[in-house]
């Protein structure tokens, strides 16, 4: 008699019990994260590569299962192929009969990765990414990089890779809250042609960018925000000022607690400027944000936040509630967070890879699916990427974002996915 295996299993992480009952087509919670080359990416050498990167990683071979009370992963040998691209950007990734939670592909120069959120968080997916690249590149050039080892900077164990580390720091015994956020501003307009994501990508000199915010005594994070924050403010109303300009800003949670884990371990912050009765210089709007990631980006005000989303799972009558009755009231509890922050700021940060691969590299970008507007950065060497996303067919806030930053001596390289706004016309302020 023939024995199903029996498979291993592991509930999904906290961050991730939102996305099931929120992904849709509109919005599928997938991000990318990208690279361009400087030769053309060549398909057979890039299947090898995420062959090896699968070994060391393999909970992405993993598989959304549907449970009575709880979703869940579970383990799978399926081996997923790279394949040229042919979809719009963070397309709809999870679907029944294809299990697999994540993506590669490649378009000429460029090979992306595209997960569903459920599965990892950008610092998870960036380490398996740049793994999958040092492999590729090997594969690709085994004279050149003959003797080379593809290696990253990440020593965690398979255990400690599949920590749900939310778990981990829960701690009922702290009974602190948060302040509640205050509702919005909204940005409104007709939607992109087929519901199709717009993509505004500008390409910037990291120096110079670091220099603008330096001189004003702010991270990078923080006086991008404000800049977004004022272009944001270009296209409202006086009545729209009412409610604030609210921008929420992910929050790596690995920055705060120990852990090596490739799962999920994010939080959020939503940082708030009210432009009622004031007409503020970009200077002013970067001293507030500042101030307000200072007070929010405390391990206690982080520490607040992690109880208060893992209270649910740990509460023993939630735990038996059938799983489409918590699929209703976490769309819902989700439906009604969506009203308290106007747009979402992503910073990844710097993207280092080996010296051995260096030469093959020219920059990354970063992009995010969302129902409003998204900015997501990363940089690599000296070229910083910014990338808008976006489900309107407006493009008023991103073309004053940039209009500001050459207004500033800052050059921008802008490309788009957008029919109508070719590179040179899209910076010019």
């Not at 040229?84 to 993506?103: G, K, N, V, W």
């Not at 852990?259 to 009765?277: D, E, K, L, M, T």
């Not at 980006?297 to 038996?320: D, G, K, Y």
């Amino acid at each position: 008699m023939n024995r199903k295996k029996i498979r291993n299993w592991s509930p999904l992480d906290n961050a991730a019990k939102i996305f099931p009952p929120t992904s849709d087509e509109a919005d599928p919670k997938v991000f990318r994260f990208s690279c361009c080359l400087t030769e053309r990416v060549e398909e057979p050498p890039l299947q090898r590569a995420l062959a090896q990167t699968l070994e060391e990683f393999p909970s992405f071979r993993n598989v959304l299962k549907r449970g009575v009370f709880w979703y869940y992963l579970e383990e799978n040998s399926i081996r997923p192929l790279v394949k040229r691209e042919d979809m719009p950007p963070c397309s709809l990734i999870y679907r029944a009969a294809s299990p697999a939670l994540f993506r590669v592909t490649w378009f000429e120069h460029k090979i992306s990765l595209e997960v569903y959120h459920v599965l990892t968080d950008g610092t998870g997916a960036m380490q398996f990414f740049k793994l999958l690249l040092c492999y590729y590149l090997k594969e690709r050039h085994p004279e050149a990089l003959q003797g080379y080892t593809p290696l990253i900077d990440y020593s965690a164990s398979r255990g400690e890779k599949g920590r749900d580390s939310f778990d981990q720091y829960y701690n009922r015994r702290i009974k602190g809250k948060n302040a509640p956020d205050k509702p919005a501003y909204q940005l409104r307009g007709p939607g992109s042609p087929e519901g199709r994501l717009q993509v505004i990508e500008g390409l910037v000199p990291a120096d110079r960018l670091l220099q603008a915010a330096h001189r004003r005594h702010a991270t990078l994070t923080v006086f991008l925000t404000a800049v977004l924050m004022q272009a944001v403010e270009g296209v409202m109303r006086v009545r729209d000022k009412k409610k604030p300009v609210t921008i929420t800003v992910p929050v790596n949670l690995r920055n705060f607690f120990e852990s090596q884990s490739a799962r999920n371990f994010f939080s959020i912050i939503n940082v708030a400027y009210s432009f009622q009765g004031r007409e503020p210089d970009l200077d002013e709007i970067v001293q507030s944000v500042g101030m307000d990631f200072k007070q929010r980006l405390t391990q206690e005000f982080l520490q607040n936040r992690l109880n208060a989303l893992s209270s649910l799972e740990h509460n023993p009558i939630a735990r038996v509630v059938p799983l489409p009755v918590k699929d209703f009231f976490m769309k819902a509890a989700y439906n009604i967070s969506e009203r308290n922050y106007t747009a979402a700021l992503s910073n990844i940060g710097r993207v280092d890879m080996p010296a051995e691969v260096q030469p093959y590299i020219s920059y990354f970008d970063v992009l995010t699916s969302t129902k409003k507007l998204q900015l997501c950065i990363c940089s690599y060497q000296n070229v910083l990427a910014l990338s808008f996303s976006s489900a309107f067919a407006g493009t008023d806030v991103q073309r004053l974002f940039f209009q500001q930053l050459t207004a500033l001596g800052i050059p921008v390289e802008i490309c788009s996915n957008i029919e109508g706004i070719p590179p040179e016309e899209a910076p010019n302020p």
